[in-house]
């Protein structure tokens, strides 16, 4: 079985740039959740969703936004990049809101 | 601000050797997961843990969850090479539809063969 997949792998990005990151959750799960860690540092929450709705936010700016499309996939955006943004993204999936969390490989993101 | 420290934060060690790695809060989790995480990629679960006192055992590891669902720890018995990696703890904090996980700081093992 698929585990949770990302997309791209690794993308470098100037600042003042927006990106896209991707992420196709395990066949059956409804929930998604991206995190980003830099590097040395444990993952840092972003958002979670659940059919297709907000759940979650963690102390992130405006700057990134979610979405949740009806087949559960899911996409993060960052506007306006800053170098501080460089970081390891996750996604995470789970059954639901409450069950355990499987991650995806990530998506290297470097702001030059 | 709802945080889990882990300690300690790096250890080495030869392989055989036993350690313990504790992760604590202040905050009342419902349910908290161990992971381990290899460079470049994402972090891998080991176990999940929910109820206050639980022990739970993957082959030479041990994990408790404390009474209080405020901490954790994991033992490594007679560790191996193998179990190099960043060992992650996760608390679930939840309730009223919306639900997050806070990650602990990390605990970097590096075992000498």
């Known amino acids: 079985d698929a585990g949770v997949t990302q997309s791209p792998t690794h993308l470098i990005k100037t600042r003042g740039q927006h990106v896209t990151l991707r992420c196709s959750p395990i066949?059956?799960?409804?929930?998604v959740s991206w995190y980003q860690q830099v590097l040395g540092q444990g993952p840092q929450f972003i958002f979670q969703?659940?059919?297709?709705?907000?759940?979650g936010r963690g102390n992130f700016p405006d700057r990134f936004s979610a979405r949740q499309f009806p087949n559960y996939s899911s996409e993060l955006n960052v506007n306006a990049l800053l170098l501080g943004d460089s970081a390891l993204y996750l996604c995470?999936?789970?059954?639901?809101?409450?069950?355990?969390?499987?991650f995806g490989p990530g998506t290297r993101l470097t702001v030059l | 601000t709802q945080l889990l420290e882990q300690s300690p934060q790096f250890l080495s060690i030869q392989e055989g050797e036993n350690l313990t790695v504790y992760c604590n809060s202040s905050?009342?989790?419902?349910?908290l997961q161990w992971y381990r995480q290899e460079p470049g990629e994402g972090p891998v679960l080991l176990v999940t843990?929910?109820?206050?006192?639980e022990v739970k055992k993957l082959k030479r590891l041990t994990f408790q969850f404390g009474d209080a669902r405020k901490d954790s720890s994991l033992h490594i018995t007679a560790a191996q090479p193998g179990d190099t990696g960043l060992y992650l703890c996760?608390?679930?904090?939840?309730?009223?539809?919306?639900?997050?996980?806070?990650f602990g700081t990390g605990t970097r093992l590096k075992v000498l063969a």
């Open positions: 995470a999936s789970s059954l639901d809101l409450y069950n355990e969390q499987f």
């Open positions: 066949s059956g799960h409804k929930s």
């Open positions: 969703y659940y059919e297709k709705e907000e759940r």
């Open positions: 905050s009342v989790f419902s349910s």
């Open positions: 843990v929910v109820t206050g006192g």
């Open positions: 996760a608390g679930a904090l939840g309730g009223s539809g919306t639900y997050k996980y806070i």
